[in-house]
């Protein structure tokens, strides 16, 4: 109750019509250093012997229980090309985890705050959330050399309701380039529906249908500075490439869903045995 909406006119029109907002300067270089701070804590304390690797190709490997159970953990998945062929890992574990997720938002202290500040309420408001619920955090570390590939998705596609609601929220920690593997789009994408789902059943986890053949002429690159915030409207088409150059590119990614007039499909990956905390209820 009494949440008033931060974004203008023109920041709504740019949204609705592109189908992805940036706000420079969202964060500020304190705030960004405390979550960076926080990070080489947990992964200080972090024991490496678990291993999982998250990958957007290999679905097989998400289906291990340690992918189901990070919906309400602090859970660490390493890139694909973090080990050697015996299995070791190549380089420091610092420097060889995919993500940190999937609920930093609700287990950490500084990710929980930013997550559930005042600028991230309003922002819902703006868009006309009634209930927003924040289902899933990723730190995302694109580690140099090795950071992974994202292939073209709409988020909605991963966290589904009826009818779609799903909003991501991707904080750049790190400056973004087309050199360290950051975001692209293709603007105005949102306007097509969703393409396909990622549903999740006894047998694991599946797409129902093939990804189409995306024209990677389409897609604009959205380089931004250590702090700004993307809004990306979950039927958004974006991806983003491999980090071969020797800068990481860390971001924070917030998804948020609408639990007042949208149902949560029971199907999703994400089966939470604790309904999360509305950011607010108008
Ligand atoms: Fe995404």
């Known amino acids: 109750m009494g949440i008033v909406g931060n974004l203008n006119p023109e920041q709504l029109q740019a949204f609705h019509s592109q189908g992805f907002l940036v706000i420079d300067s969202f964060s500020s270089p304190e705030e960004i250093d405390g979550m960076r701070k926080q990070m080489d804590q947990l992964l200080d304390e972090f024991n490496s012997s678990t291993v999982s ?7 097989k490997k998400l289906t291990d229980d340690y992918f189901y159970e990070s919906a309400e953990k602090i859970s660490f998945f390493f890139e694909e090309k973090a080990f ?7 380089q420091p574990k610092q420097l060889s985890i995919n993500k940190v997720g999937h609920a930093l938002h609700e287990f ?23 209930r927003p619920v924040i289902m ?5 570390f694109k580690q140099p050399g090795i950071g992974g590939e994202v292939v073209p998705h709409q988020d909605n596609s991963f966290i589904y309701t009826d009818p779609p609601s799903c909003t991501g929220l991707w904080l750049a920690l790190e400056d973004a380039t087309i050199v ?8 105005g994408s ?17 797409f129902d249908r093939p990804s189409p053949d995306y024209d990677q002429k389409q897609f604009v690159p959205l380089e931004v500075k250590a702090g700004s915030l993307v809004v990306i409207h979950g039927d958004l088409i974006h991806q983003s490439f491999e980090n071969q150059s020797p800068k990481s590119r860390h971001a924070l990614s917030l998804h948020i869903v609408d639990t007042e007039g949208c149902k949560w499909a029971p199907d999703n990956w994400i089966r939470r045995k604790v309904e999360p905390e509305p950011l607010y209820n108008s």
């Open 108 to 130: 950490d202290p500084v990710f929980s705050k930013l997550s559930r500040s005042e600028k991230i309420s309003s922002l819902f408001s703006s868009l006309g959330y009634k």
């Open 53 to 59: 690797i998250f990958s957007t190709k290999n679905q």
């Open 136 to 140: 899933q955090s990723m730190y995302i």
């Open 190 to 206: 949102h306007k097509n529906g969703l393409v396909r789902r990622f549903y999740r059943n006894e047998e694991g986890v599946h």
């Open 84 to 90: 050697d062929d015996n299995g070791n890992l190549k």
């Open 180 to 187: 360290n593997g950051c975001l692209w789009a293709i603007p």
